[in-house]
């Protein structure tokens, strides 16, 4: 009776943290095989979408995943950026391998690439955005599990979970699920227990909201004033006098100035006489002559 209790409190919980987030709130267009997860149209034109077939889609999900042995067989993928961070976190938490970004193409296809793969199963977060993967796994046989919203395309999609993948508090929020029923269904984390990890760190954060933290951490920083010391005081009270004194040994004499105009050997520059000029005598058989300017012979 008390287990039952908590299960049902833990799944009111579960949903209200689903209506909080916006899993419930679907767009304005519906596709044909969306149409059995939709609750209600609101007057605006938005669609609603039954919470307790998310639920159950989920833990249908959570099943398959524990029924392959090895966790690395498991890619989940997002291109978007608001399910990158869920993507990694619940890799992380299942074990399983992880392709935040855009995804290469003939990654599950073309052998002679490096990131090839062959994985067992398939998660997405967007069929729309992640068209390329889906149809990969297509063609190799791959099972295939997505988050699909109410215009979402169900083409290749073997289980479609039913909720919104346009909100980053949402997908957070359904990888929090997900990842939790999985540690439950392993036996890893008590069922009808609370989980410790915090759904917020499924969520997508902003370049801006991540630097907060660390502009207010600098800002909280106490410099010390180095200049508030020396108020008042000169350099001639820190330094001694006798400091700038110079070193003499005693009993050596100082070394005696001198310059170009001192008075060395008797003169300087201008005193210095002229270095004798050599004479060349010329080789045997050649006549001198004097060369008169003025007669050509």
């Given at each position: 009776?008390?287990?039952?209790q908590?299960?049902?409190s833990t ?8 209506l909080?987030?916006?899993?419930h ?9 969306m149409?059995r997860?939709?609750y ?13 077939k ?40 299942t ?17 002679l690439q ?7 199963l398939?998660?997405l977060?967007?069929?729309r955005?992640?068209h ?34 346009k909100?980053?508090h ?7 699920l ?5 540690l439950?269904m392993r036996?890893?984390t ?8 915090m ?8 370049p801006?909201?991540?630097?907060e933290?660390?502009e ?6 106490e ?8 108020v ?5 009270n ?8 110079p070193?003499?040994v ?15 050997g008797?003169?300087g520059?201008d ?16 006549i ?10």
């Amino acid at each position: 009776m008390a287990n039952a209790q908590k299960t049902s409190s833990t799944k009111e919980l579960d949903i209200r943290m689903m209506l909080a987030s916006e899993v419930h709130l679907g767009t304005k267009n519906c596709d044909f095989q969306m149409e059995r997860y939709v609750y209600k149209r609101r007057n605006d034109g938005i669609y609603i979408i039954n919470v307790g077939k998310t639920l159950e889609k989920l833990q249908l999900a959570a099943r398959i995943i524990v029924a392959i042995e090895n966790p690395q067989d498991i890619i989940v993928q997002s291109a978007r950026p608001y399910g990158q961070r869920a993507v990694l976190k619940f890799a992380q938490y299942t074990g399983c391998h992880a392709i935040a970004g855009r995804h290469t193409p003939g990654t599950f296809t073309n052998q002679l690439q490096t990131s090839f793969s062959e994985p067992r199963l398939l998660i997405l977060t967007d069929p729309r955005t992640d068209h390329q993967p889906i149809k990969e796994a297509a063609l190799s046989n791959i099972p295939t599990i997505a988050f699909c919203d109410t215009d979402s395309p169900m083409r290749y999609v073997d289980i479609g979970i039913p909720a919104n993948n346009k909100g980053k508090h949402s997908i957070g929020c359904l990888f929090w699920l997900l990842a939790r029923m999985v540690l439950q269904m392993r036996g890893l984390t008590p069922p009808g227990h609370k989980w410790d990890v915090m759904v917020d760190l499924f969520f997508y954060r902003e370049p801006e909201e991540a630097k907060e933290p660390e502009e207010e951490n600098v800002q909280a920083l106490e410099y010390t004033d180095y200049s508030a010391a020396a108020v008042g005081t000169e350099w001639s009270n820190q330094i001694p006098d006798a400091q700038w004194t110079p070193d003499v040994v005693p009993g050596v004499p100082a070394p005696v100035a001198s310059g170009w105009d001192a008075d060395q050997g008797g003169g300087g520059w201008d005193a210095a006489a002229a270095p004798p000029m050599a004479t060349v005598a010329p080789p045997a058989g050649v006549i001198a002559t004097v060369a008169n300017p003025g007669v050509w012979e």
